[in-house]
Nanobody, 127 residues
Framework: QVQLVESGGGLVQAGGSLRLSCAAS????????AGWFRQTPGKDREFVAA????????YYTDSVKGRFTISRDNANNTVYLQMNSLKPEDTAVYHC????????????????????WGQGTQVTVSS
């Protein structure tokens, strides 16, 4: 049974930092791309960042480039999202997700291509 469990969310002031973690089990994690998506009430899930199975390639939505960094540790089946210079508009529930490896960037940015999801962790940025 595949499980993805996020941690590291919380309340932070604007300009602060948080590091999200996503621990995977039940899957050969090194064969899967991993992504972070976020969602606010009434809105669709939004792509934030993704990393390919080996960690070679990373992808970001424009609004977080230069502030967020995605990384992974395949030895420990974990993917991270380092979030710096946080803004109130970053407030959302952040979900990690995994899908079988591909280099197709369109697929990597598409939430519908991800078959495994975590429950999410709340990130709240106060102004």
């Amino acid at each position: 049974q595949v499980q993805l469990v996020e941690s590291g969310g919380g309340l932070v002031q604007a300009g602060g930092s948080l590091r999200l973690s996503c621990a995977a089990s039940g899957v050969i994690f090194s064969m899967y791309n991993a992504g972070w998506f976020r969602q606010t009430p009434g809105k669709d899930r939004e792509f934030v960042a993704a990393i390919t199975w080996s960690g070679t390639n990373t992808y970001y939505t424009d609004s977080v480039k230069g502030r967020f960094t995605i990384s992974r540790d395949n030895a420990n089946n974990t993917v991270y999202l380092q979030m710096n210079s946080l803004k109130p508009e970053d407030t959302a529930v952040y979900h990690c997700a995994a899908h079988y490896r591909t280099n197709n960037e369109v697929a990597i940015r598409n939430s519908e291509r991800y078959g495994y999801w975590g429950q999410g962790t709340q990130v709240t940025v106060s102004s």
